[in-house]
Nanobody, 115 residues
Framework: QVQFVESGGGLAQAGGSRRLSCTAS????????VAWYRQGLGQRRDFVAS???????DYADSVKGRFTISRDNGKNTVYLQMNSLQFEDTAVYYC?????????WGQGSRVTVSS
C-alpha cells in the first residue's frame, strides 16, 4: 500500500527549530502538489503548507514567516523547516497531496514544543 512516510519529529524548545522530511513513491509525487498537515491533541487535522512541482508555495497564516516547505523531485522528498517554534505548534505532522487522498495518510511525525 502506497503511503507517505514522515520523519524528523521530536522535542524542541520554544524558539527552536526542527526539520521534517516526507517521502513516498515517485508515482505519488510526480506532477502533484504535496502538502504538510498537522493535528494537535483533540483537534482536527489542518493544512500547514504546500509546494507545487515548480516550487510555488502556500502557507497557513499561523506559520507564515516561520516555516518553509521545499521539495526534491529527484528524491521524491518534501521538507518542512520549522523555525521560531511555539507551544501551539505541538502536533503530529503528516504529509499528503493537496487536496489530500485519505488512502495516503502515513503515521505522521510528532513534534512537541516545550514552553
Amino acid at each position: 500500500q502506497v503511503q507517505f512516510v514522515e520523519s524528523g519529529g521530536g522535542l524542541a524548545q520554544a524558539g527552536g527549530s526542527r526539520r521534517l522530511s516526507c517521502t513516498a513513491s515517485g508515482v505519488v509525487f510526480k506532477g502533484k502538489i504535496v502538502a504538510w498537515y498537522r493535528q494537535g491533541l483533540g483537534q482536527r487535522r489542518d493544512f500547514v503548507a504546500s509546494v507545487t512541482v515548480d516550487g510555488f508555495t502556500d502557507y497557513a497564516d499561523s506559520v507564515k514567516g516561520r516555516f518553509t516547505i521545499s521539495r526534491d523531485n529527484g528524491k521524491n522528498t518534501v521538507y518542512l523547516q520549522m523555525n521560531s517554534l511555539q507551544f501551539e505548534d505541538t502536533a503530529v505532522y503528516y504529509c499528503n497531496l493537496r487536496p489530500y487522498l485519505p488512502m495516503l495518510w502515513g503515521q505522521g511525525s510528532r513534534v512537541t514544543v516545550s514552553s
